[in-house]
């Protein structure tokens, strides 16, 4: 998906990074959902090369 990095980078970030971990209890999804922001990587063109982050908030 296309993304704008916490640089102002334009890039592209993955489904599964940007979803992020799945709780197993409700207990999990508690504690996920009151989370503070996490920086996942924000890829290249070609969804190797790492060029930034990408900062997922709530």
Known sequence: MLAEG???TNGYVKKEDLHGPHPKTP???VKLNT???RAIPL?????ET???K???SG
């Open 35 to 37: 989370t503070k922001p």
């Open 54 to 56: 990408f900062i997922v």
């Open 6 to 8: 916490e640089n102002g």
């Open 43 to 47: 890829y290249d063109d070609d969804g």
């Open 50 to 52: 790492v060029i930034g």
């Open 27 to 29: 207990e999990e999804a």
